[in-house]
């Protein structure tokens, strides 16, 4: 052993610990148990080694041996390449299909966490070579906030009051509030969508918000959360069924329609005011507005 070796299994073993961290399963069953995280795990181990070796090697001047960094970064894309072929295909045989966009976010997601390994572990190791084993562990600690900051990301209830309305017919038109929906002939489904069906109304905060709302993939998202967490009231063939989410166009509002199976309107409402903000889907026009009127 040499002066190297603490601060190197204490830099990896944070590293993973954080991975192990952001790495939860939650209603959206991904990644799966068990296969998908040991992949993740295994890939989180190295991204750990990567960050705590490059400290040692500044500090021995062999600047050359943190080149294979370079190499670490066009790895972890792979990563998100995987992470998008994979969930696409899985996507096709979704009752409620999370969309591309949301597959996107998440593959991107994933990418990200294992910088956030590397730099935590990078942090860690600094610390403990500069200073002491105490020092290292705050550091961790700050690294790990940091990170938990990083992976939370902004909710729907930020940009949005989401309210519960319920569906009626004017004639066949099916509605939430006043916002059309989709076309209904059969009295069968009219009679199955006013037994199971809910409604509810998103309504902006600001002018920013109605943009980033009205992105079709945020609204597929939504739609999708809701789903898996409650279920849905549908089979494949049967497009009346189908959960929607429809925009009014004179104000920006947007009526979201779901037929869960586990009719819980508390349930449903928090489900969706907790739905997670696109990254892809965020929208600033205001902000161009300023920046224009600036120059």
């Not at 601060?7 to 954080?18: A, D, H, Q, R, S």
């Not at 956030?116 to 190791?125: A, E, G, K, M, Q």
Request: glycine fraction near 8%; charge should be positive.
């Amino acid at each position: 052993m040499n002066e190297y070796t603490f601060p190197i299994l204490y830099g990896v073993v944070v590293g993973v610990l954080t991975r192990l961290y952001l790495l939860r399963t939650d209603y959206r069953q991904y990644p799966t148990y068990l296969h998908g995280k040991t992949i993740h795990i295994a890939l989180g181990v190295i991204a750990a080694g990567l960050g705590t070796i490059a400290v040692p090697a500044i500090m021995e001047k062999e600047f050359t041996a943190i080149t294979f960094l370079a190499l670490a970064a066009s790895q972890f894309r792979e990563v998100r390449n995987m992470e998008r072929n994979t969930l696409n295909e899985l996507d096709q045989y979704e009752l409620v299909p999370r969309g591309k966009t949301y597959i996107e976010g998440i593959a991107i997601v994933f990418e990200g966490r294992n910088y956030l390994v590397i730099f935590t572990s990078f942090f860690s190791t600094l610390a403990y070579l500069i200073w002491n084993v105490w020092a290292a562990m705050v550091v961790s600690v700050i690294c790990l906030f940091i990170a938990h900051r990083l992976m939370t990301g902004n909710r729907l209830k930020d940009i949005a009051d989401v309210e519960y309305v319920k569906p009626h017919f004017e004639g066949a038109g099916l509605y939430v509030d006043n916002i059309y929906i989709m076309n209904i002939g059969l009295q069968a489904r009219r009679e199955e969508i006013l037994r199971y069906g809910m409604g509810f109304i998103l309504t902006p905060k600001n002018f920013n918000a109605r943009t980033t709302i009205a992105n079709l993939g945020q609204r597929q998202a939504i739609l999708h959360d809701v789903s898996s967490a409650l279920g849905v009231y549908r089979d494949s063939g049967t497009p009346a069924l189908v959960p929607l989410a429809k925009r009014d166009l004179n104000d920006g509002r947007v009526g979201i329609f779901i037929l869960p199976q586990v009719n819980d309107i508390e349930k449903a409402k928090k489900i969706i005011e907790n739905a997670p903000i696109l990254e892809n889907a965020i929208r600033m026009p205001k902000k161009r507005q300023f920046i224009r009127k600036g120059e």
